[in-house]
Structure formats: structure tokens, C-alpha cells
């Protein structure tokens, strides 16, 4: 017997960002993992940073640990700096990504390079499938005119960063999960931008889990008839089986991040700035990091 899969997602579960402050007080929205267990398979935390006041960005993040995961780091405003154990500095300016693989183990910094003036931008943590996750760190810098940007056939335009998408008949490859160089998670990271009552249909692979984050503007989901309206600062998650999401912007047009992933089905267990798959692997990453072998070669 056949499944029939359906051929546009309806939105499925909203999540409003809440205001958070994390590394040495940098205040920020946080929508996927603002509670304990909230994730989207594989989907760990998305943060939006965003503001005019040096005083909620200055002190940055100091020097921390990650095992486990990756963090991608896109930013739309502003600078920052990045240095690690391994020796990687990079400066992240308006438009570019940063993304990093910690693997077993990686130390790492990210501080505003800017005394004053806007600081805005997001960070999505991607799991790791247990078999790499103990696998050597690594750091990709990648800036703005790395990541192509197409025009959409009905206004606006899209950003891709990672995966690869069709618009006008023509292929477009962001620099990461290319053909060349394909993650486990397969995934797809897209910053679309729509004027108002503008409508895109964007394919999906069909058995990833997509969510949509609008930071400006309105946005419905789905057909016409059964569309789903999307409040601003919110993740939309999708339904988990579909061939494309169907988004039309309101009067105010919209601006938002199209994300999906393949599922790792895998048990998670965090503790702060370590992800594995059991308690047992958790306490062994402190006592690494305590003892000094969380960044040691295996």
C-alpha cells in the first residue's frame, strides 16, 4: 500500500521567541530550545540577536566549551570576532556565516568588534548524528559574496546558504551542503525575502523537518484556503511530510528563515554547552573539559 504525500505543509506548531541573555549577557530572543526537551529534530536552539544598545551586546561570549553539535552563525548587522583553541580567528560582518562543527570538543569565542551601533543576526545549533559526534572540530568562515542570492519569480528575492534550491528553472547552491561536501543532516537554510502580498512556493525534500522564523513582517503558511498566519519573533514548524510550503506575505511584506534537516531520530541529552545521546556521555564531556581532553586529539 502506498502513502500519499501531501503536496504543500500546513503550519503545524508556533513557538514564539522569548527574551533570553546568555554568554556574558548578550540580550537575545530564543524560539527552538528556549525550555528543557524543545527541539526540532535536528534542530537544537535558534536565537535571534538583535538591538541599537551596546550595553545589551558589548560583553559578547566570552571563551566556552561545545561538544556535539554545530553552530551556524548568520549576521545581518554589525561584527563580531571569532577565535578558538585551534587557532581559527574570523570576522563576521553584515551578510556573512559562520559555521562550525564542534565535534568532540572546540573552545571558542564570539565578541563584537564594534563599540556602538546595531548588532542583529541569528544562531541555529544543528545536531550531530552519534556517530560524529566525537569526531576533530571544525570552523568555516564564509563571507556575503559566497552565498548566492536569486530573484523570485514573484518579488523578492532568497539567500541560500545551505542546500541547494530551483527558482526560474535554474539551480542555485549555497556554500554549504553542497553536492561536494553533503552533511548527514542534509540541511537546507534559506533567508527569504518577500514584498507585500508577494506568494513563493519553495520545494522541500520530502521527509525532512522544515520550520519557518519570520523576523519582519507578516507571513501566512500553506494553500489559500487553509493557510496558517505566522506572528512576528515566532518559529513555525511545519508539518513533517510534504513536497514544498507555500508562503504569502501581508501588506507589510516579509522577511524570514526557511529551515529544514534529515531527522536523526537519536536520543538527545544537553547539558548547556554539551549534546550527546546519554547521561553518561554528558558527565564524561565535563569531566573533559575539567580535566583539559575535551579539545585533545582522540
Sequence with gaps: MSTTIPAVRRLAQVIPAVEASDGAGVRLRRSLGSRPGLYFDPFLLLDEFGTDRPEDYIAGFPPHPHRGFETVTYMLDGRMQHRDHLGNVGEL????????????????????????????????????????????????????????????????????????????????????????????TDPLYLDLRLPAGARHRQALPVHHNACVYLYEGSVAIGSEAAAGLLPPRTAGLLEPAGEAVELTAGTDGARLLLLAGRMLREPVVQYGPFVMNTREQIEQAIRDYQSGRLTAAV
Excluded: C
Excluded at 98 to 118: F, K, L, N, T, Y
Excluded at 122 to 128: R, S, Y
Design 93 to 184: 560582518g553584515p551578510g556573512g556565516v559562520q559555521w562550525m562543527s564542534a565535534g568532540r570538543g572546540v573552545i571558542h569565542s564570539e565578541m563584537p568588534r564594534q563599540q556602538q551601533g546595531r548588532m542583529r543576526g541569528f544562531q541555529l545549533w544543528i545536531n550531530l548524528p552519534a556517530a560524529e559526534k566525537m569526531k576533530p572540530a571544525h570552523y568555516r568562515d564564509i563571507p556575503p559574496e559566497q552565498i548566492p542570492t536569486r530573484a523570485l519569480p514573484g518579488g523578492g528575492d532568497v539567500k541560500v546558504i545551505a542546500g541547494t534550491v530551483a527558482i526560474g528553472g535554474e539551480r542555485a547552491e549555497g556554500p554549504i551542503n553542497g553536492a561536494g561536501a553533503r552533511l548527514s
